[in-house]
C-alpha cells in the first residue's frame, strides 16, 4: 500500500533563514535539519546516525554540515557522508507563493507498546494520576501516559522537583487511601523521590513510583545517569522491579498496585529505555482488578474480641484513642464512644479525625497536643486505641489497661505488651464492639469535665493571644485567625517545625481533613501535599497549606506549578527567619544556637511574580483581613505571617 506524502510548512520566506545556516523545524512528529545553501532550502532527517546528534543544532563550514556532537559530515543536501558510504535522510522541499513546505510520509497508525500496556493497566486499576518530570530515559512511558491523557483517563502533573512528585502522591493517597503515581528519569531523577516514597511507607499509605532507566545493554558500563534504581530502592519499596521485554508486562502493573493497596505500602517499576518503546506481545491486553483483589473487611479473632469486652465491661471511665489508621472509621467509632461516654483523643497525625467541637472531644495527645488529651488519659482507667502505633512523639502511657485495635498485626504489641491485641480492619472491629458493648456497660459520662477542662484550656489561649514582644506576630495568632476564616471542609496540609506543634495546639479542628509527614517528619511535605489534594478533590473542596520559612523554601519554586495548573491553594507561611525548632532543640541539648538563621525573599512578592495571590502581614490587626482576602481569592495564594519565634 502506497503512503501519502503530506506536505508541512516549515519556512514562510526564505530570507528567514540566511545563506550557510541551519535549524531545527519540525514537519509533523519529525524533526528536520533545515539549510539554506547555495541559494537552495534543503531538509535532512535531523538525527545523526551515530550518536544522535542534533545536525539542526550544527554548522557549515566549507559547503559541508558538521554534526555538533561528534563532528560528522554530511552534505547539507543530499544528506551523504562525503569519503564514507553512510548519511542521513533527505526529504523533498517544494516551495509555494515563497513559502517552503517539507514532504513527509504520512505517520503510521500506532502500534501499541509495552508501556502503553502498562499504563492501560495502571489507570484500569485507579491509578489516574501522575506526578512527574518528563526527560530522556522515560519518553516512551511519558508518551503512553500522553495518549491515555488525550482520552480523558490520566491526569498528569508536570512539576519543578521530582521529590515533590512523591510527596504530592503521598499527599493524595494520604488524603484518598488510593496509590498516585511519582514519574521521574534514571539516576537523579528518580533518587529525588526517594524521601517522599519514604514518608509514605513510613506512613502506610500505597504509592506507585514510575522510574526510567538507561539502556539494559549499557548498564554496568558507568553509563550517564546510571543507577542500580532496582537495588537503591529496595530498602523503601515492598514492590521492586525492572521491566524486561520477555516480562508479563501488565501482570507486573497488577501487582505492583496490589502490593500497594493490599500492604499499603510503596511499589516501584523502574523502564529501561529500550523496552519503553517496544511493542507489546500480540497476545497481550491491560488487565483490570476484576476478581484480583480481596476485600479488606477483616474481623479480629474472637478471643480477643472478647477479652476486650470483658476489660471494657469493668471499666469506669475509659478513654478512646484514634490515630491515622482510624482515618476511615470514625462513624463507628464516634458511635462507640458515645455509647461508653468515653473522652477521645487523636494522636497528631490523627488530627481533625473527631471535630473538636463534639463534647467528647479532647484534642491532640503528646508533644503537638493539648493538656486537656493529656488529662483526660492520666485519669483514665483504661485506653482504647485505633489505628495508633504508640510512638515517643505521641505519648500513648504504656502504664494503664491497654486494648489495641489495627489492620497490622505487625502493629499489634509493636513495643510493649497490650493486655488485648485486636488484629483487625478498625472499622469492622470498632463496630463489632459497639453492637456487642450497647447496653451492657457502666461507665461515667465524662462530658461535664470535658466541658470543664476545655474552658481552662480556652483561658490559657486567650492569655497567649495577649503576649506581644515587638519582634512580630504570635504563631497562635495565626492559628486564631484560621480557626475563624478556613472553611469546615478544606483539607489542610502541614508542615513540620514549630509551626506544626502550634497548629496541634490551637487549630481547633470542625470538617478539616490534615495532612502531614508523620513518622518520616520530613520539612517541605505541605505545599507538594497539598498538590496532591488538589488532585484528588478539585473544585470540591478547599486546600490550604501552613508551613514555616525552612518548609516552603524546601520546594519554593512548586508556586509556579500552582500557577501553571490553577490549583486553587491557600498557603500559611509562618515566616521568623529561622530554623525555630532545631534553635529550640539546641537550648535544650545545653548547645550554642548555631547556622540555623534564614536570609529569605519577601515570599509575597516572589509568589505575585510566579503568577499568585501574595500577601505580606506584619501586625496582628491586618492578620485576619488578609486571610480573608486570600481565602476569597479564585486561584493559588500565599499569605506570609512575619513571626516571632519565641511565640508558639
Given at each position: 500500500?502506497?503512503?501519502?506524502?503530506?506536505?508541512?510548512?516549515?519556512?514562510?520566506?526564505?530570507?528567514?533563514?540566511?545563506?550557510?545556516?541551519?535549524?531545527?523545524?519540525?514537519?509533523?512528529?519529525?524533526?528536520?535539519?533545515l539549510?539554506?545553501?547555495?541559494?537552495?532550502?534543503?531538509?535532512?532527517?535531523?538525527?545523526?546516525?551515530?550518536?544522535?546528534?542534533?545536525?539542526?543544532?550544527?554548522?557549515?563550514?566549507?559547503g559541508?554540515?558538521?554534526?555538533?556532537?561528534?563532528?560528522?559530515d554530511?552534505?547539507?543536501?543530499?544528506?551523504?557522508?562525503?569519503?564514507?558510504?553512510?548519511?542521513v535522510?533527505?526529504?523533498?522541499?517544494?516551495?509555494?507563493?515563497?513559502?517552503?513546505?517539507?514532504?513527509?510520509?504520512?505517520?503510521?497508525?500506532?502500534?501499541?507498546?509495552?508501556?502503553?500496556?502498562?499504563?492501560e493497566?495502571?489507570?484500569n486499576?485507579?491509578?489516574?494520576?501522575?506526578?512527574?518530570?518528563?526527560?530522556?530515559?522515560?519518553l516512551?512511558?511519558?508518551?503512553?501516559?500522553?495518549?491515555?491523557?488525550?482520552?480523558?483517563?490520566?491526569?498528569?502533573?508536570?512539576?519543578r522537583?521530582?521529590?515533590?512528585?512523591?510527596?504530592?502522591?503521598?499527599?493524595?493517597?494520604?488524603?484518598?487511601?488510593?496509590?498516585?503515581?511519582?514519574?521521574?528519569i534514571a539516576?537523579?531523577g528518580?533518587?529525588?523521590?526517594f524521601?517522599?516514597?519514604?514518608?509514605?511507607?513510613?506512613?502506610?499509605?500505597?504509592?506507585?513510583?514510575?522510574?526510567?532507566?538507561?539502556?539494559?545493554?549499557?548498564?554496568?558500563?558507568?553509563?550517564?545517569?546510571?543507577?542500580?534504581?532496582?537495588?537503591?530502592?529496595?530498602?523503601?519499596?515492598?514492590?521492586?522491579?525492572?521491566?524486561?521485554?520477555?516480562?508479563?508486562?501488565?501482570?507486573?502493573?497488577?501487582?505492583?498496585?496490589?502490593?500497594?493497596?493490599?500492604?499499603?505500602?510503596?511499589?516501584?517499576i523502574?523502564?529501561?529505555?529500550?523496552?519503553?518503546?517496544?511493542?507489546?506481545?500480540?497476545?497481550?491486553?491491560?488487565?483490570?482488578?476484576?476478581?484480583?483483589?480481596?476485600?479488606?473487611?477483616?474481623?479480629?479473632?474472637?478471643?480477643?474480641?472478647?477479652?476486650?469486652?470483658?476489660?471494657?465491661k469493668?471499666?469506669?471511665?475509659?478513654?478512646?484513642?484514634?490515630?491515622?489508621?482510624?482515618?476511615?472509621?470514625?462513624?463507628?467509632?464516634?458511635?462507640?464512644?458515645?455509647?461508653?461516654?468515653?473522652?477521645?483523643?487523636?494522636?497528631?497525625?490523627?488530627?481533625?479525625?473527631?471535630?473538636?467541637?463534639?463534647?467528647?472531644a479532647?484534642g491532640?495527645?503528646?508533644?503537638?497536643?493539648?493538656?486537656?488529651?493529656?488529662?483526660?488519659?492520666?485519669?483514665?482507667?483504661?485506653?482504647?486505641?485505633?489505628?495508633?502505633?504508640?510512638?515517643?512523639?505521641?505519648?500513648?502511657?504504656?502504664?494503664?489497661?491497654?486494648?489495641?485495635?489495627?489492620?497490622?498485626?505487625?502493629?499489634?504489641?509493636?513495643?510493649?505488651?497490650?493486655?488485648?491485641?485486636?488484629?483487625?480492619?478498625?472499622?469492622?472491629?470498632?463496630?463489632?464492639?459497639?453492637?456487642?458493648?450497647t447496653?451492657?456497660?457502666?461507665?461515667?459520662?465524662?462530658?461535664?469535665e470535658?466541658?470543664?477542662?476545655?474552658?481552662?484550656?480556652?483561658?490559657?489561649?486567650?492569655?497567649?493571644?495577649?503576649?506581644?514582644?515587638?519582634?512580630?506576630?504570635?504563631?497562635?495568632?495565626?492559628?486564631?485567625?484560621?480557626?475563624?476564616?478556613?472553611p469546615?471542609?478544606?483539607?489542610?496540609?502541614?508542615?513540620?517545625?514549630?509551626?506544626?506543634?502550634?497548629?496541634?495546639?490551637?487549630?481547633?479542628?470542625?470538617?478539616?481533613?490534615?495532612?502531614?509527614?508523620?513518622?518520616?517528619?520530613?520539612?517541605?511535605?505541605?505545599?507538594?501535599?497539598?498538590?496532591?489534594?488538589?488532585?484528588?478533590?478539585?473544585?470540591?473542596?478547599?486546600?490550604?497549606?501552613?508551613?514555616?520559612?525552612?518548609?516552603?523554601?524546601?520546594?519554593?519554586?512548586?508556586?509556579?506549578?500552582?500557577?501553571?495548573?490553577?490549583?486553587?491553594?491557600?498557603?500559611?507561611?509562618?515566616?521568623?527567619?529561622?530554623?525555630?525548632?532545631?534553635?529550640?532543640?539546641?537550648?535544650?541539648?545545653?548547645?550554642?544556637?548555631?547556622?540555623?538563621?534564614?536570609?529569605?525573599?519577601?515570599?509575597?512578592?516572589?509568589?505575585?511574580n510566579?503568577?499568585?495571590?501574595?500577601?505580606?502581614?506584619?501586625?496582628?490587626?491586618?492578620?485576619?483581613?488578609?486571610?480573608?482576602?486570600?481565602?476569597?481569592?479564585?486561584?493559588?495564594?500565599?499569605?506570609?505571617?512575619?513571626?516571632?519565634?519565641?511565640?508558639?
Amino acid at each position: 500500500m502506497n503512503k501519502k506524502k503530506v506536505w508541512y510548512k516549515v519556512l514562510d520566506d526564505k530570507t528567514e533563514l540566511s545563506e550557510n545556516r541551519v535549524t531545527t523545524v519540525t514537519a509533523g512528529k519529525i524533526q528536520i535539519a533545515l539549510s539554506h545553501f547555495e541559494g537552495k532550502i534543503c531538509a535532512l532527517d535531523n538525527r545523526c546516525p551515530h550518536q544522535g546528534g542534533p545536525l539542526g543544532e550544527g554548522s557549515i563550514e566549507n559547503g559541508i554540515l558538521r554534526c555538533p556532537w561528534h563532528g560528522w559530515d554530511y552534505h547539507p543536501c543530499s544528506g551523504k557522508a562525503p569519503g564514507f558510504d553512510d548519511g542521513v535522510d533527505a526529504y523533498e522541499v517544494k516551495e509555494e507563493n515563497g513559502a517552503f513546505y517539507v514532504g513527509i510520509l504520512e505517520e503510521e497508525p500506532h502500534k501499541p507498546t509495552i508501556s502503553d500496556v502498562m499504563m492501560e493497566t495502571m489507570v484500569n486499576w485507579g491509578v489516574n494520576t501522575v506526578f512527574g518530570m518528563v526527560g530522556h530515559s522515560n519518553l516512551g512511558v511519558a508518551d503512553a501516559m500522553r495518549r491515555l491523557e488525550e482520552k480523558g483517563k490520566l491526569q498528569y502533573f508536570g512539576i519543578r522537583h521530582e521529590g515533590a512528585a512523591a510527596f504530592a502522591a503521598s499527599g493524595y493517597a494520604k488524603l484518598t487511601g488510593k496509590p498516585a503515581a511519582c514519574f521521574g528519569i534514571a539516576g537523579p531523577g528518580a533518587t529525588n523521590m526517594f524521601t517522599g516514597m519514604w514518608d509514605a511507607k513510613v506512613d502506610r499509605v500505597p504509592l506507585l513510583a514510575l522510574t526510567g532507566q538507561i539502556n539494559t545493554q549499557v548498564v554496568g558500563t558507568g553509563a550517564f545517569q546510571e543507577v542500580n534504581l532496582v537495588k537503591a530502592f529496595q530498602t523503601v519499596a515492598n514492590f521492586n522491579i525492572a521491566v524486561q521485554k520477555e516480562s508479563k508486562h501488565s501482570e507486573l502493573m497488577s501487582l505492583a498496585i496490589k502490593h500497594s493497596l493490599v500492604k499499603r505500602d510503596v511499589s516501584h517499576i523502574t523502564f529501561p529505555d529500550e523496552v519503553q518503546f517496544a511493542f507489546k506481545p500480540a497476545e497481550e491486553e491491560a488487565q483490570t482488578p476484576e476478581n484480583r483483589i480481596t476485600p479488606f473487611n477483616i474481623s479480629p479473632p474472637e478471643d480477643m474480641v472478647e477479652k476486650a469486652i470483658g476489660m471494657i465491661k469493668e471499666s469506669k471511665r475509659p478513654v478512646i484513642i484514634v490515630g491515622h489508621g482510624a482515618r476511615y472509621s470514625m462513624k463507628n467509632i464516634k458511635g462507640l464512644a458515645e455509647n461508653l461516654n468515653a473522652p477521645v483523643i487523636t494522636t497528631f497525625k490523627g488530627k481533625g479525625l473527631i471535630s473538636d467541637n463534639h463534647p467528647l472531644a479532647c484534642g491532640v495527645l503528646g508533644r503537638s497536643g493539648t493538656p486537656v488529651a493529656s488529662w483526660f488519659m492520666n485519669e483514665s482507667d483504661m485506653l482504647i486505641v485505633f489505628g495508633a502505633s504508640f510512638s515517643n512523639h505521641t505519648g500513648i502511657t504504656p502504664k494503664k489497661p491497654l486494648i489495641q485495635i489495627d489492620f497490622d498485626p505487625l502493629a499489634l504489641s509493636k513495643f510493649h505488651k497490650i493486655d488485648a491485641a485486636l488484629w483487625g480492619e478498625v472499622g469492622v472491629t470498632s463496630k463489632l464492639l459497639k453492637k456487642k458493648l450497647t447496653g451492657k456497660t457502666d461507665t461515667i459520662d465524662q462530658r461535664d469535665e470535658i466541658a470543664v477542662r476545655k474552658k481552662i484550656w480556652s483561658t490559657e489561649k486567650e492569655n497567649r493571644l495577649k503576649d506581644d514582644r515587638g519582634q512580630g506576630i504570635g504563631s497562635i495568632a495565626v492559628f486564631e485567625a484560621m480557626n475563624k476564616i478556613t472553611p469546615d471542609n478544606a483539607v489542610i496540609a502541614v508542615d513540620v517545625g514549630n509551626n506544626a506543634y502550634s497548629f496541634g495546639r490551637y487549630f481547633e479542628c470542625k470538617n478539616q481533613s490534615i495532612l502531614m509527614s508523620g513518622y518520616l517528619g520530613s520539612i517541605g511535605f505541605a505545599l507538594p501535599a497539598a498538590m496532591g489534594a488538589w488532585a484528588a478533590v478539585k473544585d470540591s473542596r478547599p486546600v490550604w497549606s501552613v508551613s514555616g520559612d525552612g518548609g516552603l523554601g524546601q520546594y519554593l519554586a512548586e508556586l509556579t506549578t500552582l500557577v501553571r495548573y490553577n490549583m486553587n491553594i491557600k498557603h500559611i507561611l509562618i515566616n521568623n527567619s529561622e530554623l525555630g525548632k532545631i534553635s529550640k532543640e539546641q537550648r535544650s541539648s545545653e548547645l550554642k544556637v548555631w547556622q540555623t538563621a534564614m536570609h529569605n525573599p519577601n515570599f509575597a512578592e516572589f509568589a505575585e511574580n510566579c503568577g499568585a495571590l501574595g500577601i505580606r502581614v506584619e501586625k496582628r490587626e491586618d492578620l485576619e483581613k488578609a486571610m480573608q482576602k486570600i481565602s476569597d481569592h479564585n486561584g493559588p495564594a500565599l499569605l506570609e505571617v512575619i513571626c516571632d519565634v519565641t511565640l508558639i
